[in-house]
């Protein structure tokens, strides 16, 4: 692609794109001083400023002129490479709006914070740009689209200099609440972003609409598990039965019957020749039966000698199979005995771990004893408690869980050692099994997962009522 010929462009990368994004030098210059030469003839086929991705007024435009999707392209590039030349005279001629959005809804504002460029933060502002609108961000889910405001954005990336920078200079609004009732202050707070936190200002609000969003994704969950719920039992309640009892008879016996019956009725003339035949023709039947009845008893009697004679081979063979297994057995053994001191060792630092988090709870609560009008307050002997069970109630199942884990695999591979590919379709069949007995138990885990974490969002909603910056 030539960077003085923009009428001949290929697609340029999606905004979101980091990789291979061409750098801008002063050459391209040309390239747009052909597009302002242009202007009148790209004002005819384009809706001139741009303000979306797309913008033709024509079908059919006149020839090779520069699409709306490659101007917006070769705007939004400009700005990942803090090219502030070409983005101020991009909009200063009027190719494209200052809060012009790119192919995923992202505003100007929004693409020069992600690359942290506060001079392009501020040549897009005083181009008109907006400092409280709102810009499309992509979603943490598949179902739910997220509007943010270039203050909130800033504030979740933990951007404090541009944070400082859009309320100081520019005067971005650090009260106005999003769609999903998210607030700038709320945005730093969940990502842990604590120096943001203590310098934007207290704010309440939105926390309905935070507690909606949150729980509808919960919903949504537990609908989903729901569903799976009920497909699982339609199939053994319903559709199993069905196909044993109705489909099975009727396919195998009930059509097939009176298909036999239509024809026995549509052929009865036919039936007294046939009864005839068969007379005539049962002498030689029982003749031709007696002597598949002698050959067979030679076959089996040649089959049976045969058998004896396999005898000594296949105890050979049984043996060699035997010892061949029995040297597979180290093998597994040390698989099994790997698992054993992984657990023995998470079993010992998940004690450790407790009986050091009690000496820890013993110490505060001593401390706060001895100097509690200093240093030591009563929430730090809260935390010590809870720092206690934690270990206990949360660090032990989750040692237990992988020690279990652990000897899965171990007998996983001890299987497969010993048995090879007739061990792996034992596996499969355990898994298949496993996989049955458990899965309403799973789908009732995610429900009242779904459920705990909608109550747990609405005890920190009221949380946040009392203490904004929690």
């Known amino acids: 692609m030539s960077s003085n010929d923009f009428s001949t462009w290929e697609p340029l990368p999606r905004p979101n794109d980091e990789e291979n994004v ?3 030098t002063e050459v391209d210059d040309g390239g747009l001083t052909e597009w302002i030469n242009r202007l009148p003839e790209l004002t005819e086929a384009l809706d001139l400023p741009l303000t979306t991705y797309y913008g033709s007024k024509l079908k059919e435009p006149p020839e090779n002129p520069p699409q709306a999707w490659q101007i917006v ?3 939004f590039t400009a700005i ?10 991009l909009i200063q001629h009027g190719f494209v709006s200052p809060d012009v959005t790119d192919l995923n809804g992202r505003t100007p504002l929004i693409a020069a914070i992600k690359v942290g460029n506060g ?5 897009l502002i005083g181009l008109g740009a907006q400092v409280n609108g709102y810009s499309t961000i992509p979603p943490p889910n598949p179902y739910r689209s997220v509007e943010r405001t270039p203050l909130m954005y800033a504030a979740a990336n933990g951007n404090l200099a541009l944070v400082k920078l859009l309320m100081e200079d520019f005067g971005a609004d650090d009260g106005i609440i999003a769609p999903d009732g998210q607030l700038a202050l709320r945005l730093a707070a969940d990502a842990g972003h604590r120096e943001i936190v203590e310098y934007l200002p207290v704010r309440r609000g939105g926390a309905w609409r935070r507690w909606q969003a949150s729980h509808e994704v919960a919903v949504r969950r537990i609908k989903k598990s729901g569903w799976k719920l009920f497909e699982f039992g339609k199939f053994f309640v319903w559709v199993l039965p069905k196909f044993f009892l109705w489909s099975v008879p009727n396919h195998v016996l009930v059509k097939p019957m009176r298909k036999m019956v239509k024809y026995c009725w549509e052929n009865k003339h036919k039936f007294g020749g046939w009864c005839k035949r068969q007379t005539k023709e049962f002498p030689g039947r029982v003749k031709r039966a007696a002597k598949a009845t002698v050959k067979g008893v030679k076959r089996v009697a040649k089959g049976t000698w045969e058998l004896v004679c396999e005898i000594p081979g296949a105890t050979k063979r049984l043996i060699k199979w035997i010892w061949k297994l029995i040297k597979r057995i180290p093998a597994a053994m040390k698989v099994i005995g790997v698992w054993i001191w992984t657990t023995l060792k998470r079993f010992g630092a998940a004690v450790g771990n407790v009986f050091l988090k009690i000496v820890s709870a013993l110490h505060t609560a001593v401390c706060a004893v001895l100097d509690f009008f200093k240093n030591i ?6 935390n010590g408690i809870t720092q206690v069970f934690k270990p206990i109630f949360q660090g032990l199942p989750k040692m237990i869980l992988a020690a279990v884990i652990g000897l899965g695999k171990a007998v996983y591979m001890a299987v497969l050692i010993l048995f090879g590919f007739t061990g792996q379709l034992l596996i499969w069949i355990v898994q ?4 049955l007995v458990t899965f309403v138990p799973r789908q009732f885990g995610h429900i009242l997962s779904a459920i705990w974490a909608s109550i747990a969002k609405g005890y920190h909603e009221i949380m946040v009522w009392f203490n904004p910056k929690h």
């Open 80 to 89: 990942a490479n803090k090219n502030l030349e070409l983005v101020t005279k």
């Open 432 to 435: 298949g099994l496993w996989w």
């Open 119 to 123: 001079q392009m933060v501020c040549t």
């Open 377 to 382: 307050t009563l929430k730090d002997v809260w």
């Open 73 to 75: 392209n070769c705007f």
């Open 22 to 24: 061409p750098t801008y």
